[in-house]
């Protein structure tokens, strides 16, 4: 990739797609020297399918990120085309899956912590009881802990959500374990959340899908202000970013940009979603909380 070719977007600024920000904890922590502790590629609605030669193209991408050195992989759900219609059958969520662990083989020992998405869940097994229903299936299929978990890496603090309960919220169990989990960090420990929907953004104004409980989560933010740095989503296969007290809000757009279609009338390009290219993000973080997040489109 060329340098020209990338949309960055780096600290806590929001005044636009192809700036450049100087994250606040920069002029705090003058006594810290600044150095970079990881590097992560976060990938999001790849809505793999056996169309749209869609496999080939996402292993190829993956060769790209492992060529960039990145540490390991977040993965911000929808991971396959679609599981949650009322037409879908067993077997075509099984050729889903399959199809997602061939691709994911490319990432070659490297982690890859996941989100679930909306897409990824099949509700219409035969009934509850069915092994492939509802969300445990798909916490099986990604190798997840659980449908919201946490861990840590090199002094950063990663917190997976769940998003996808009535309302587009976390449920109040999942609440309290975060609200709990961010109590037990010890003082000023950065903290990077990553859900399948947007906490905060733009793109929401005009597409929806974002979190409902949004000022609840604003004020457990602000409460724990000295952790919390940013917020990464998918969801909307748009990039937007977004500041609000301290914190960052970036929509990773989409590694599938139209579902790895051509397009619609909308669409500013081929295989864009209306004006967002298909691609993936790189984040580096450093040992002082601060951060840049820079979105790399792809070529079909």
């Given at each position: 990739?060329?340098?020209?070719?990338?949309?960055?977007?780096?600290?806590?600024?929001?005044a636009g797609l192809s700036a450049?920000?100087?994250?606040?904890?920069?002029?705090?922590?003058?006594?810290?020297?600044?150095?970079?502790?990881?590097?992560?590629?976060?990938?999001?609605?790849?809505?793999?399918?056996?169309?749209?030669?869609?496999?080939?193209?996402?292993?190829?991408?993956?060769?790209?990120l492992r060529k960039l050195g990145?540490?390991?992989?977040?993965?911000?759900?929808?991971?396959?085309?679609?599981?949650?219609?009322?037409h879908i059958t067993r077997e075509?969520?099984?050729?889903?899956?399959?199809?997602?662990?061939?691709?994911?083989?490319?990432?070659?020992?490297?982690?890859?912590?996941?989100?679930?998405?909306?897409?990824?869940?099949?509700?219409?097994?035969?009934?509850?009881?069915?092994?492939?229903?509802?969300?445990?299936?798909?916490?099986?299929?990604?190798?997840?802990?659980?449908?919201?978990?946490?861990?840590?890496?090199?002094?950063?603090?990663?917190?997976?959500?769940?998003?996808?309960?009535?309302?587009?919220?976390?449920?109040?169990?999942?609440?309290?374990?975060?609200?709990?989990?961010?109590?037990?960090?010890?003082?000023?420990?950065?903290?990077?959340?990553?859900?399948?929907?947007?906490?905060?953004?733009?793109?929401?104004?005009?597409?929806?899908?974002?979190?409902?409980?949004?000022?609840?989560?604003?004020?457990?933010?602000?409460?724990?202000?000295?952790?919390?740095?940013?917020?990464?989503?998918?969801?909307?296969?748009?990039?937007?970013?977004?500041?609000?007290?301290?914190?960052?809000?970036?929509?990773?757009?989409?590694?599938?940009?139209?579902?790895?279609?051509?397009?619609?009338?909308?669409?500013?390009?081929?295989?864009?979603?209306?004006?967002?290219?298909?691609?993936?993000?790189?984040?580096?973080?450093?040992?002082?909380?601060?951060?840049?997040?820079?979105?790399?489109?792809?070529?079909?």
């Amino acid at each position: 990739m060329k340098r020209r070719n990338f949309i960055k977007i780096a600290g806590t600024g929001s005044a636009g797609l192809s700036a450049t920000f100087a994250t606040p904890l920069l002029a705090q922590n003058k006594t810290t020297k600044r150095s970079p502790v990881l590097k992560i590629a976060h990938i999001t609605d790849v809505h793999i399918r056996p169309e749209e030669n869609a496999p080939r193209r996402f292993k190829q991408c993956l060769r790209e990120l492992r060529k960039l050195g990145v540490d390991f992989f977040l993965n911000g759900g929808d991971s396959i085309y679609a599981a949650d219609y009322d037409h879908i059958t067993r077997e075509r969520v099984t050729e889903q899956w399959n199809i997602w662990d061939d691709c994911i083989r490319e990432i070659d020992g490297h982690k890859i912590y996941s989100c679930i998405g909306n897409h990824d869940i099949w509700w219409a097994a035969p009934d509850k009881q069915d092994s492939m229903y509802g969300k445990e299936y798909v916490v099986q299929r990604l190798h997840i802990p659980g449908r919201y978990y946490s861990f840590s890496e090199k002094g950063w603090h990663f917190i997976v959500l769940d998003g996808n309960n009535p309302s587009v919220s976390l449920d109040e169990e999942q609440f309290q374990w975060l609200k709990n989990e961010l109590e037990q960090l010890p003082e000023n420990t950065p903290v990077l959340l990553m859900s399948h929907y947007p906490i905060l953004g733009v793109t929401p104004f005009w597409e929806g899908g974002m979190h409902s409980d949004y000022q609840a989560l604003k004020t457990l933010f602000y409460k724990h202000r000295d952790k919390v740095k940013l917020c990464l989503s998918g969801h909307q296969h748009l990039l937007d970013s977004a500041s609000y007290n301290g914190v960052s809000y970036f929509c990773n757009g989409a590694m599938s940009g139209f579902w790895w279609e051509k397009g619609d009338k909308s669409s500013a390009a081929k295989g864009y979603c209306q004006e967002t290219p298909p691609g993936y993000a790189i984040l580096e973080l450093y040992n002082d909380g601060s951060f840049t997040n820079t979105y790399i489109p792809h070529t079909y």
